[in-house]
Nanobody, 118 residues
Framework: QVQLVESGGGLVQPGESLRLSCAAS????????MGWYRQAPGKQRELVAL???????DYVDSVKGRFTISRDKAKNTVYLQMNSLKLEDTAVYSC????????????WGQGTQVTVSS
């Protein structure tokens, strides 16, 4: 079982930045895909960004050019750098580890609140 510990959420104003961190309990290169999801009140959870064990990344259209997912292999940590934050980025952000391509083994962090407010 992969344990994930997130940090870095908070309250910021529009246009500001935040960096989320997700520390995994095992070698992230052995995990098929690491991703950041978010869920805003009254909305469905959506996949915001992902990074595969190969290093390839992908983003939901609404954050392209503003968010960057990266990883530190030595620290088994995945980051989500969020720039130019908007009001609509407000949500609980959760880290996900999908161990296999089929998604049979999924693990979640506890979630961290990101609030963008003027």
């Amino acid at each position: 079982q992969v344990q994930l510990v997130e940090s870095g959420g908070g309250l910021v104003q529009p246009g500001e930045s935040l960096r989320l961190s997700c520390a995994a309990s095992e070698n992230i290169l052995s995990i098929y895909r690491m991703g950041w999801y978010r869920q805003a009140p009254g909305k469905q959870r959506e996949l915001v960004a992902l990074i595969k064990s190969t290093g390839s990344t992908d983003y939901v259209d609404s954050v392209k050019g503003r968010f960057t997912i990266s990883r530190d292999k030595a620290k088994n940590t995945v980051y989500l750098q969020m720039n130019s934050l908007k009001l609509e980025d407000t949500a609980v952000y959760s880290c996900n580890a999908r161990r296999d391509a089929a998604g049979l083994y999924n693990y979640w962090g506890q979630g961290t609140q990101v609030t963008v407010s003027s």
